[in-house]
């Protein structure tokens, strides 16, 4: 299994301002996934992050609101730009099993953000 | 696309009450299917998982079968315990290479 720390565990952010979530995984992997969970709700995939190419992002979310950077096969980074309060909620980072994973993703604790 | 619905929730069960969440996908392919549970204030932990029809997942007393022909995973305990309160939810992966996609979650109450 991955270990994977997430930073900041949560913020409380002001309107307007963005905010960058740093994921580290414990072993070298080639996709990461960023999910967002809003309050209440069942995860969404944001976008897909593989090393050295751009990240896929999910119909409604762009590049613009939410820049990735995958700098190498242990760390991605995901910005919450220009954030609203409709911004607020935990935002978590997955990893595929490995290499004889059988499917499964691990999950970062997840950072939990409110924005006033 | 690939869909998974759970159950509505929330459940509220007593202390070793038998459990059932219901589980139902689709899917163009032959997906693996998960459950994973978020404890209060946690991430997201696998549960337990099958990746192949017929197979059976089991974890700390949870189970769930895969079931081709109704498209279900249900996942069931035999008796529950108040440490078992958390947001279950199952999710389907159609390679080992894509998203997963999730269900809306349940939310399991279990009182003493």
């Known amino acids: 299994s991955a270990v994977i720390s997430q930073k900041p565990s949560r913020d409380i952010c002001q309107r307007g301002t963005s905010l960058t979530i740093q994921c580290q995984v414990d072993s070298q992997v080639t996709m990461m996934f960023w999910y967002r969970q809003q309050p209440g709700q069942s995860l969404t995939l944001i976008a897909t992050?593989?090393?050295?190419?751009?990240?896929?992002?999910e119909s409604g979310f762009v590049i613009d609101k939410f820049p990735i950077s995958r700098p190498n096969l242990t760390f991605s980074t995901l910005t919450v730009s220009n954030m609203s309060p409709e911004d607020s909620s935990i935002y978590l980072c997955?990893?595929?099993?490995?290499?004889?994973?059988?499917?499964?993703?691990?999950f970062g604790e997840g950072s939990r953000l409110t924005v006033l | 696309g690939n869909s998974v619905t759970q159950m509505e929730g929330p459940v509220t069960l007593s202390e070793e009450a038998f459990l059932t969440i219901n589980c139902t996908y689709t899917a163009t392919g032959y997906p693996s299917l998960f459950w994973y549970v978020q404890y209060p204030g946690e991430g997201l932990q696998l549960l337990l998982k099958?990746?192949?029809?017929?197979d059976k997942g089991s974890n700390k007393g949870f189970e769930a079968t895969y079931r081709k022909e109704t498209t279900s995973f249900h996942l069931e305990k035999g008796s529950v315990q108040v440490s078992d309160s958390a947001v279950y939810f199952c999710a389907l992966r159609e390679t080992s290479g894509s998203r997963l996609t999730f269900g809306e979650g349940t939310q399991l109450t279990v009182n003493p």
């Open positions: 997955s990893v595929d099993g490995g290499v004889r994973g059988t499917g499964e993703l691990f």
């Open positions: 099958a990746t192949k029809a017929d």
């Open positions: 992050a593989n090393q050295g190419s751009e990240a896929t992002y």
